[in-house]
C-alpha cells in the first residue's frame, strides 16, 4: 500500500520560509512523478509545481514561481518543497501526490494516482 505523508506545515508570518516534506512509503518510484497540489479555504485544489522523479523539469504555477522550490530524493523516497517569501495569499491545505502513469506528471489532478492526506500552511500578515 503507497502511502504519502506531508510535514513541515505551520504558522508563519509574511516573508517567511517553510519546507514541507512528503515521505513515499510502500512502492519505489524510478519513473513517474511528483508535485504539490493546495487548497485555500472556499477554493479548489490547485498546481503547485511538479517534478519528475528522474529530474531534469521542473514546473510551477505562476503564483509560485521564483518563490516556490520542488525537489526530490530518490534515494529516501522524498520529496521537498521549499516556499520562501510567503504571502498570506499562500495560506492552505498543501497536498503531495504522486503519478506512476506520467513521466513528468500534469497540472491534471487526474494525473496523480496517490495522495497525501495534507499538512496545513498558515501566513499571517
Known amino acids: 500500500q503507497v502511502q504519502l505523508v506531508e510535514s513541515g506545515g505551520g504558522l508563519v508570518q509574511a516573508g517567511d520560509s517553510l519546507r514541507l516534506s512528503c515521505a513515499i512509503s510502500?512502492?519505489?518510484?524510478?519513473?513517474?512523478?511528483v508535485g504539490w497540489f493546495r487548497q485555500a479555504p472556499g477554493k479548489e485544489r490547485e498546481f503547485v509545481a511538479r517534478v519528475p522523479w528522474s529530474g531534469g523539469y521542473t514546473d510551477y504555477a505562476d503564483s509560485v514561481k521564483g518563490r516556490f522550490t520542488i525537489s526530490r530524493d530518490n534515494a529516501k523516497n522524498t520529496a521537498y518543497l521549499q516556499m520562501n517569501s510567503l504571502k498570506p495569499e499562500d495560506t492552505a491545505v498543501y497536498y503531495c501526490?504522486?503519478?506512476?502513469?506520467?513521466?513528468?506528471?500534469?497540472?491534471?489532478?487526474?494525473?496523480?494516482?496517490?495522495w497525501g492526506q495534507g499538512t496545513q500552511v498558515t501566513v499571517s500578515s
Open positions: 501526490a504522486a503519478s506512476s502513469r506520467y513521466s513528468s506528471g500534469s497540472r491534471s489532478q487526474q494525473a496523480w494516482d496517490y
Open positions: 510502500g512502492r519505489t518510484f524510478s519513473s513517474g512523478a
